[in-house]
């Protein structure tokens, strides 16, 4: 089973659809996860982290849940620059070392 | 100011060729890294380096030898190219003690292609 895993999609939604990713993650040890965006043929860049609580930056919303290992994203209002594979990413045990699903890919249409 | 900067941003080799790949953070971060995107965009660690010191050694080739100079750069060299090195290869720095608050910030990567 791969650590961290995610559809790798395409998801195809109109602008101003809300869509949602979820990710799963193998090792109960995993302390701390992100979001990163990669736009093609760019690096990756951070999103947002994800917090135990729950949390909110404009349009975008994360959860995490660590009863099922399982991280979320939903993004509300979809714009077209949206477009982008949305990477989950997952530190497992506290060092430095981050983990990388194989990322879900997002398309936003007119 | 770009904050992770590589080069060269394309490169395009013959097997059995030896070629580097540099990179350099202007952010004061300690912690350094080299991963490998591959063609089905899966992004895996090879090398980690805190402040000079090599921390992660993912298992890899013994073809690609990383160099750090000091905590500011991190080179990738790799010997005998082989035609399955095609990929792109990111550099990465971060902070050491909050990586797992802040992540990583990533160069623009270096686009190899071995022919």
């Known amino acids: 089973r791969k650590e961290v895993e995610q559809d790798p999609g395409p998801f195809n939604v109109p602008e101003g659809a809300t869509v949602a990713f979820n990710c799963t993650y193998s090792?109960?040890?995993?302390?701390?996860f992100f979001w990163y965006r990669q736009d093609c043929r760019k690096e990756p860049k951070l999103l947002m982290s994800v917090y135990s609580s729950g949390n909110e930056d404009g349009r975008f919303t994360a959860q995490l849940n660590r009863a099922s290992q399982y991280i979320s994203l939903l993004i509300r209002d979809s714009k077209l620059s949206d477009s982008a594979t949305y990477l989950c990413v997952v530190n497992r045990g506290g060092g430095n070392k981050l983990t990388f699903g194989t990322g879900t890919q997002l398309k936003v249409e007119l | 100011d770009t904050a992770v900067s590589q080069t060269p941003k394309y490169l395009v080799t013959q097997m059995g060729n030896d070629k580097s790949i540099k990179c350099e953070q202007n952010?004061?971060?300690?912690?350094m890294y080299w991963y490998k995107q591959d063609s089905k965009k899966f992004l895996k660690i090879m090398f980690s380096y805190n402040n000079k010191e090599l921390i992660i050694n993912e298992t890899v080739p013994n073809r690609f030898s990383p160099k750090s100079p000091d905590k500011a750069h991190l080179n990738l060299h790799i010997n005998s190219l082989e035609l399955g090195d095609s990929a792109v290869y990111f550099c990465?720095?971060?902070?050491?003690?909050?990586?797992?608050?802040?992540?990583?910030?990533f160069g623009s990567g270096t686009r190899l292609t071995v022919v």
């Open positions: 952010l004061g971060h300690d912690t």
């Open positions: 090792n109960s040890a995993s302390q701390s």
């Open positions: 990465a720095s971060s902070p050491r003690d909050t990586v797992i608050r802040d992540g990583y910030t």
